[in-house]
């Protein structure tokens, strides 16, 4: 028995590093449910922190070396750097420190329908939905998902079956500390290239991971349409599960779309099973729903029943989501932060018709915004009107001399809002009957659309 498995047997001190993050938090409401004594700290408060707090999860705010004192183990997140002054007390003090995914796959061993979601884009939609359909087919699964499912109560379920959901993110690689019996890969392209070389090391950290399932038994879901997904599996000796749009076994025919919303006939091998009509908005939603349906009739479950199951999933926070409307223009609130993903939520709002798409966007990161900044400026251009706040640091230091300030520049008519009071009170004076306002980006730029929709 290692030395975590030695704390949670005999319910030590167990403190987070970073423990406002939806994983590192859901893993602290879980350990603390298995009897563990945990504490944790961020860098701000946070509604997550506030959960954490009223569970009875103390969260001190900042990263100081004597938050640390008298844990017996530390679980930080890939964002926390070795030089943050909690992190390094821990060091010095010889404390055992486990990255966030060695928690997670210790307990993803425990069940044996165990799925890893992975893939650059479409891993919290996928992954909420297949608990969404699991739970309406009567299953009771437990579940660590990247963004929060209503009905769940956030981001963390506890089930009482052989279930496991897990979203699986592919940054510094840590999905490799898991071993799902079914490894789904949605897509792969070139993201974190802070951490990447390139799109080579990407697609191989991929198929390490496509391997990390079991020998006998184990079984890949894979899209089809995905060139660089389809190289992440060659060679892997795992039973190969295909969807996609264009190419694979489990595919969409005749599409037809409804007020955003789309439905198409479901196949395997070219054989019509049901009809599937999506609750939720978006031609992208057509690959997830596929990649859960291929899940789910693996496992045995009949067609129709799955189709309906994934029909009622009403989606997650944060994914195009309407948070109000403001001067009769709709507000959405959307967690795209890489260009792939900002072009198909303007796609999908040029789907419903709107006299204009407005989109304010805040870029993630440093180094995603100097490394995709002609992709960027090329997507953003797509909507009728852009405009661009503060770079979100997360956790870089800004040495590489970029601004949202540049992007706007060669965007044609867009404009530079650098905090999220002046992003709302531009919106204020631009939102017009008929517009659609997209506030987009995995930082805080939502409190802007909180902002514009309480004046």
């Known amino acids: 028995m290692d030395r975590l498995e030695q704390a949670i047997s005999r319910g030590d001190r167990i403190h ?10 859901s893993l602290a409401l879980e350990l603390a449910r298995r009897g563990c004594v945990v504490t944790g700290n961020d860098r701000s408060a946070s509604a997550m922190t506030e959960k954490l ?38 060091r010095a003090k010889g404390l055992p420190v486990y990255e966030r995914p060695q928690i997670l796959g210790r307990i993803m061993r425990e069940y044996e329908r165990s799925v890893g979601v992975s893939g650059t884009h479409g891993k919290s939609t996928t992954s909420g939905m297949l608990t969404h359909a699991l739970r309406a087919l009567s299953a009771d699964p437990t579940a660590f998902l990247g963004a929060s499912l209503a009905e769940i109560g956030g981001t963390y379920v506890l089930g009482h079956d052989d279930w496991f959901v897990a979203e699986s993110c592919e940054y510094c690689r840590s999905f490799l500390y898991l071993n799902p019996q079914t490894a789904v890969i949605l897509n792969v392209e070139a993201d974190h290239l802070d951490y990447y070389s390139g799109i080579e090391e990407i697609i191989g950290a991929f198929r390490d991971f496509a391997e990390n399932t079991p020998a006998v038994g184990g079984k890949v879901v894979v ?13 892997v000796e795992r039973e190969i599960l295909t969807f996609g749009r264009q190419n694979g076994r489990f595919r969409a025919e005749n599409p037809q779309v409804n007020h955003g919303c789309w439905r198409y006939t479901l196949t395997d091998h070219g054989e019509p099973l049901c009809e599937v009509a999506l609750s939720v908005p978006g031609e992208h939603n057509i690959s997830n729903s596929l990649a859960v ?9 009949e067609p129709a029943a799955a189709a309906k199951a994934i029909e009622s999933y009403p989606g997650v926070e944060r994914r195009f989501q309407k948070v109000g409307e403001y001067h009769g223009a709709v507000v959405i609130d959307d967690y795209a932060h890489h260009p792939d993903e900002l ?11 709107y006299a204009r798409v407005v989109c304010l966007f805040q870029p993630h990161t440093y180094s995603r915004t100097v490394l995709l900044k002609d992709r960027f400026c090329e997507v953003l251009a797509k909507a009728d009107l852009t405009l661009l706040t503060d770079i979100y640091s997360a956790r870089e230091q800004n040495t590489f001399g970029i601004s949202s300030a540049d992007l706007a520049r060669e965007i044609p008519g867009a404009l530079y ?4 009071t002046d992003a709302a009170r531009a919106l204020a004076d631009l939102a017009a009957p008929g517009d659609l306002i997209l506030v987009c980006g995995a930082g805080d730029v939502n409190r802007a659309a909180h902002l514009l929709l309480s004046k």
Do not use: Q
């Not at 987070?16 to 938090?25: E, Q």
């Not at 999860?57 to 990263?63: E, F, K, R, Y």
């Not at 899209?223 to 060679?235: F, H, I, Q, T």
């Not at 198909?344 to 789907?351: E, G």
């Open 53 to 90: 707090e009223r569970a009875g999860i103390p969260v001190s705010i900042g990263h100081r070396p004597e938050y640390i004192d008298g844990a017996a183990i530390i679980v930080k997140n890939a964002a926390i750097p070795e030089t943050s002054p909690d992190l390094a007390a821990a």
């Open 417 to 420: 809002v650098p905090s999220l």
């Open 223 to 235: 899209n089809a349409d995905s060139a660089n997904a389809m190289r992440a599996v060659e060679g």
């Open 293 to 301: 349906a291929a899940i789910l009739l693996s496992y045995g479950i």
């Open 16 to 25: 987070f590093i970073g423990v406002g993050g939806v994983m590192m938090s």
């Open 343 to 353: 072009e198909t939520t303007i796609a999908t709002a040029r789907s419903y018709g």
